[in-house]
């Protein structure tokens, strides 16, 4: 089984950054796709970046530009760089991971971004 804990969130006003990290423990698989999802208040969760083992990334078009998703494979660590905050990136931000050609996944416990002023 494999263990996610989330950090970096908190309150920055519009126009800052925050960069968060996911790390993963437990029985890490070397071929998976890692990645950050977000859930709005009252909205379905959605995707804003996934990366996979060997580097391939995938962005939701509303971060394109603003937020950077990396990793760090030896400390089975991932990364998300979020600049020029706006206030409909308010949201708790979830740490996923699915061993690739699998259904098995995983979900950290969340982590609360809010952007206000």
């Known amino acids: 089984q494999v263990q996610l804990v989330e950090s970096g969130g908190g309150l920055v006003q519009p126009g800052g950054s925050l960069r968060l990290s996911c790390v993963a423990s437990?029985?890490?698989?070397?071929?998976?796709?890692m990645g950050w999802y977000r859930q709005g208040p009252g909205q379905q969760r959605e995707l804003v970046a996934t990366?996979?083992?060997?580097?391939?990334?995938n962005t939701a078009d509303s971060v394109k530009g603003r937020f950077t998703i990396s990793r760090d494979n030896d400390k089975n660590t991932i990364y998300l760089q979020m600049n020029d905050l706006k206030p409909e990136d308010t949201a708790v931000y979830y740490c996923?991971?699915?061993?690739?050609?699998?259904?098995?996944?995983?979900w950290g416990q969340g982590t609360q971004v809010t952007v206000s002023s």
């Open positions: 437990g029985s890490v698989s070397k071929t998976t796709v």
């Open positions: 990366i996979t083992n060997r580097g391939n990334i």
């Open positions: 996923s991971y699915r061993i690739l050609y699998t259904d098995y996944t995983e």
